[in-house]
């Protein structure tokens, strides 16, 4: 079975400074790994997905993502925070194999970028 | 280009009633899902649909719920005798094609509220 897991809760972090966002997972094959963005009431929009190659994605906003196989791990990354980018943030996962499948996604983590 | 699009986007409605909800895909995405998302949890899996075809169902998907795509274009997902627990915020999205990679559209959700 696929499991995601976001072990954060919540991250704070200061303008200006670094963030990430942690995910590992859990899937029988090989995984293919998504980062989507929510904001209040909103619907999820798609940052990155890890499917092959390089791993270390670059997606929307400028963010990134690291998939790091051996820890079963694949966190959300960006050099410097913005205000802006608070708001929910959700891992999913689905398996290689799953043509096309469904995601399964994490519980998310809601960052918060003071100024 | 036009996103994936849900109506209502908000419905109150009382215990015991019936409530319909319309997902409109992004053009010529053969592939929509259903997920449902309450507060501080991440979106969970009810069903997608391969054009016509449902192919997949989640145990969440109780006898109440039913989900159809009769075109291979737009879907409707209604809950029947609504309860408490139905309220949740219900979100569709869409893919093109059956690769694994492909990535997953949502839309804006459509909210319900059961009194």
């Known amino acids: 079975a696929q499991s995601v897991a976001q072990p954060e809760d919540q991250v704070n972090v200061a303008e200006g400074n670094p963030l990430t966002v942690k995910c590992t997972y859990s899937?029988?094959?090989?995984?293919?790994l998504f980062w989507y963005v929510q904001y209040p009431n909103r619907g999820l929009q798609f940052l990155l997905k890890?499917?092959?190659?390089?791993?270390l994605v670059k997606g929307s906003y400028g963010f990134e993502a690291e998939f790091n196989k051996s820890q079963t791990s694949f966190h959300l990354k960006k050099p410097s925070a913005l205000v802006s980018d608070s708001a929910l943030y959700f891992c999913?996962?689905?398996?290689?194999?799953?043509?096309?499948?469904?995601?399964?996604f994490g519980q998310g983590t809601e960052l918060s970028v003071k100024p | 280009d036009t996103g994936v699009s849900q109506d209502p986007r908000h419905k109150i409605t009382k215990r015991g009633q019936n409530v319909t909800f319309r997902c409109d895909p992004i053009?010529?995405?053969?592939?929509l899902y259903w997920y449902r998302q309450t507060l501080g949890q991440g979106p969970e899996f009810l069903t997608y649909?391969?054009?016509?075809?449902?192919?997949?169902k989640s145990r969440l998907l109780s006898d109440r719920f039913s989900a159809e795509r009769p075109k291979g274009s737009f879907s409707t997902l209604e809950i029947q005798r609504t309860e408490q627990g139905d309220s949740a915020m219900y979100l569709c999205?869409?893919?093109?094609?059956?690769?694994?990679?492909?990535?997953?559209?949502f839309g804006e959700g459509s909210w319900l509220t059961v009194v």
């Open positions: 999205a869409s893919s093109l094609g059956r690769l694994s990679g492909n990535t997953i559209y």
């Open positions: 899937v029988s094959g090989n995984p293919y």
């Open positions: 890890y499917i092959t190659g390089d791993n």
């Open positions: 999913a996962v689905r398996d290689a194999a799953n043509q096309g499948g469904k995601l399964i």
């Open positions: 053009s010529e995405h053969n592939r």
């Open positions: 649909f391969q054009n016509e075809a449902q192919l997949e």
